[in-house]
């Protein structure tokens, strides 16, 4: 007798308006404390990262700073129990929660709210 094992695979999705979802990844392409970038329907881009206690984020990926696509490939921290990500070229902090700049009041990112299937 074979005993047929079906594997299961969780998705991960993000929703880049109110009543729309898109299919990003699976849950398991995801290592603690890296982001990947994900492209959306309408062309953004939107950052995705799972931190060490694996909680799931997702913000725009567009350094407001810069203007480049970059923040997916920042280091993944956190400040005063506030997980962040740094953009990797000029360094400034992005809460992964509220998308707020740590480092300036002024400047946020759009957050994007994550669920798994």
Do not use: H
């Amino acid at each position: 007798m074979t005993t047929l094992t079906t594997l299961t695979t969780t998705t991960l999705e993000i929703s880049p308006s109110p009543d729309s979802w898109v299919t990003v990844c699976e849950e398991s392409r995801l290592t603690p404390g890296r982001g990947v970038a994900a492209l959306l329907p309408d062309g953004r881009q939107a950052a995705v990262f799972r931190d060490r206690t694996g909680r799931l984020y997702a913000i725009d990926n567009r350094d407001p700073f810069t203007g480049a696509q970059v923040l997916s490939r920042g280091l993944v921290g956190s400040a005063d129990g506030r997980p962040f990500v740094a953009s990797p070229l000029l360094k400034q902090r992005f809460d992964l929660e509220t998308g707020r700049c740590l480092d300036d009041d002024e400047v946020a990112v759009a957050v994007y709210q994550v669920r798994t299937r």
